[in-house]
């Protein structure tokens, strides 16, 4: 019996923040130069070798939805040009020979960055939907905004909306359904297990927490899915052991590692714990990398052999690899990712499998309820004094999108953008990491979606409004926190 295994690659948009946020666009060419072209390059030489192997995206609603403006594109090809001209001003100028190979690579992948770009005429969202559509990916989405879905327990249909409009927008994006949620950095509780089944996605990632308290002994584990008793939804786990690993040889070889625009050794690896710095070398980072991909990859079987002799069926060795990381502190997390790969496709006896492929061959899942990994935060003051507000713009808004078909086009687009401007006001009302930042965003979302709205409802015939009237939904008090006890299995 051989263990499945499989990396869930993450985009990593936690700060790019809101699209309110004065330099959300700024921020999203950045992410798109120095993650998505490099992934992309990625899964085009897997395409060139003629690898089957498949893999799990993360394709987060909002990158998907900018992915399709002309003025991102226009961003993204500003900063590279930007990059090119810099770079190259540094080679030039630069004596010393470490800095002026650093420099020359950063020029390179500059270079490859721009061939890419105009490759694709600029359009990543194209590139996304033909790694879709060939099998290449198995795309997967998560809540629309970036606040835990567990901030809004009180309200379903918030978590609802959240994952409805996410689906929307990689259906109108990519032309196609999500495979999965993920759900892993959002929040997840059973409470959410009837809305995902409703959703129609095949199944949903969280993390191991909600296994550990399971409502009857997993005979695998988190190493293989939970099925949901009243539909198709299976539920995988992202295990906590799939980080960890044990290194070969003594020596912090994760200290050769690069943070993107660092080049100075005073702020290197472990001279930021108060040892010795080491001086970054590609070098000696490129060497590290074939360490740790065999260190971790070692790790995993290991793992595999073990959970092998306690179940019946093969596990799935599942996790996520924030590709994010290349802007906040690991430069070279994608070159990592395809040693890992060339690893696995020639000396490893793990199969390499995404959930979706581990379905398809194990039909036959774990059958009963996972238990409580976040508990039920409470609605505070601030969120209720809100709640009465965004209760009504939902009604004004839900009772546009019941006439939407009779509203022309340029209407359409800006009922779009008030359903978009809705949901952002609820996570803004709902996150609390932030009062005062969130405070302003919420006003501003509000006064967006009235701005939005207004117009469209003056212009809407009288007969229209009487026929097509809905009630303003009233807020609902908070249920009680559900007491999560012993549950059957199906």
């Known amino acids: 019996m051989l263990a499945e295994f499989n990396c869930i690659f993450g985009h990593g948009l936690a700060g790019v923040g809101s699209p309110s946020s004065p330099k959300y666009l700024d921020r999203l060419a950045v992410?798109?130069?120095?993650?998505?072209?490099?992934?992309?390059?990625?899964?085009?030489?897997?395409?060139?070798?003629?690898?089957?192997?498949?893999?799990?995206?993360?394709?987060?609603?909002?990158?998907?939805?900018?992915?399709?403006?002309?003025?991102l594109r226009d961003t993204v090809g500003r900063l590279i040009d930007q990059r090119l001209l810099s770079l190259s001003e540094q080679l030039e100028n630069e004596a010393e020979p470490l800095i002026r190979d650093i420099t020359s690579r950063d020029l390179q992948e500059a270079q490859a960055a721009r061939r890419l770009f105009d490759l694709v005429d600029g359009d990543i969202l194209m590139e996304y939907?033909?790694?879709?559509?060939?099998?290449?990916?198995?795309?997967?989405t998560g809540p629309f905004t970036d606040v835990a879905l567990t901030a809004h327990l009180a309200d379903p249909g918030v978590v609802k909306s959240q994952l409805l409009r996410s689906i929307e927008v990689m259906k109108e994006t990519?032309?196609?359904?999500?495979?999965?949620?993920?759900?892993?950095?959002?929040?997840?509780?059973?409470?959410?297990?009837?809305?995902?089944?409703?959703?129609?996605?095949?199944y949903a990632i969280v993390d191991q927490s909600a296994f550990d308290g399971a409502s009857a002994p997993l005979q695998s584990g988190?190493?293989?899915?939970?099925?949901?008793?009243?539909?198709?939804?299976?539920?995988?786990?992202?295990?906590?052991?799939?980080?960890?690993?044990?290194?070969?040889?003594?020596?912090?070889?994760?200290?050769?590692?690069?943070?993107?625009?660092?080049?100075?050794?005073?702020?290197w690896g472990a001279g930021t714990q108060g040892r010795e710095p080491n001086t970054y070398s590609p070098a000696q980072a490129m060497a590290a990398l074939d360490q740790h991909a065999h260190d971790f990859l070692r790790s995993r079987e290991q793992e595999a052999q073990t959970v092998i002799r306690r179940v019946s069926r093969p596990p799935l060795l599942l996790g996520c690899i924030d590709l994010g990381a290349r802007i906040n502190g690991w430069f070279e997390v994608v070159d990592f990712l395809t040693r890992l790969v060339k690893l696995v496709s020639h000396q490893?006896?793990?199969?390499?499998?995404?959930?979706?492929?581990?379905?398809d061959a194990n039909k036959t899942n774990q059958a009963c309820?996972?238990?409580?990994?976040?508990?039920?935060?409470?609605?505070?003051e601030l969120l209720s004094s809100r709640a009465p507000t965004l209760h009504q713009y939902a009604g004004r808004v839900n009772q546009l999108v019941?006439?939407?078909?009779?509203?022309n086009l340029d209407e359409q687009a800006h009922l779009d953008q008030a359903v978009c401007a809705l949901l952002w006001a609820q996570s803004a009302a709902a996150d609390r990491r932030d009062v005062d930042s969130n405070t302003s965003a919420y006003r501003d979302y509000v006064d967006s979606i009235e701005a939005l709205i207004s117009p469209i409802e003056r212009g809407l015939p009288e007969e229209l409004k009487a026929r097509e009237e809905m009630p303003v939904a009233r807020p609902k008090p908070p249920k009680p926190t559900p007491h999560f006890g012993p549950l059957t299995i199906t």
């Open 402 to 407: 019941r006439v939407r078909k009779h509203l």
């Open 348 to 359: 490893s006896p793990l199969n390499w499998s995404t959930p979706g492929q581990f379905l």
């Open 174 to 202: 990519l032309g196609q359904d999500p495979a999965g949620m993920l759900l892993t950095h959002s929040g997840y509780t059973p409470s959410m297990n009837d809305i995902l089944a409703g959703t129609d996605v095949r």
């Open 129 to 140: 939907r033909r790694l879709s559509q060939s099998g290449r990916i198995e795309p997967l």
């Open 31 to 71: 992410h798109v130069v120095d993650v998505c072209l490099p992934l992309i390059s990625f899964l085009r030489e897997l395409d060139d070798q003629g690898s089957e192997l498949r893999f799990c995206l993360e394709c987060p609603p909002q990158l998907l939805a900018a992915l399709q403006t002309q003025e």
């Open 222 to 267: 988190p190493y293989a899915p939970i099925h949901h008793p009243a539909g198709e939804l299976s539920i995988f786990a992202e295990q906590r052991n799939f980080h960890r690993w044990r290194p070969s040889s003594p020596g912090g070889y994760l200290d050769a590692y690069r943070s993107l625009d660092e080049v100075d050794s005073t702020s």
């Open 369 to 380: 309820w996972p238990g409580p990994s976040n508990s039920r935060r409470p609605v505070d």
